[in-house]
């Protein structure tokens, strides 16, 4: 069992910078590839990063590319997205997962664990 909680969101201006952190429980978190998504209001959820559980493997959606960035630190159970020049498109609850293989991927349903969520709100 793995359990995931998310932080560092909250509100900020188009253009500004948020750093989320998800720290997970238990031994075993390097052996999960970690990746997180993100839901708007009246979306579906989508898919944002991955990290595989090396950390030497990352992927971005488009829509990020550039702009966000992935690390994990398998000594503090945490993993990170850094999120630079973000746009009120960005606005969304932001979850992290944890998935029980080498690498990750962009498919909710290949995820075993997820985090409660935090909010991200970019204002224009």
């Known amino acids: 069992q793995v359990q995931l909680v998310e932080s560092g969101g909250g509100l900020v201006q188009a253009g500004g910078s948020l750093r989320l952190s998800c720290a997970a429980s238990g031994r075993t978190f390097s052996s999960y590839a970690m990746g997180w998504f993100r839901q708007a209001p009246g979306k579906e959820r989508e898919f944002v990063a991955v990290i595989s559980r090396s950390g030497g493997l990352t992927y971005y959606a488009d829509s990020v590319k550039g702009r966000f960035i992935i690390s994990r630190d398998n000594a503090k159970n945490t993993v990170y997205l850094q999120m630079n020049s973000l746009k009120p498109e960005d606005t969304a609850v932001y979850y992290c997962?944890?998935?029980?293989?080498?690498?990750?991927?962009?498919?909710?349903?290949?995820?075993?664990?997820w985090g409660q969520g935090t909010q991200v709100t970019v204002s224009s």
């Open positions: 997962a944890a998935a029980l293989r080498s690498y990750g991927s962009r498919n909710t349903n290949e995820y075993d664990y």
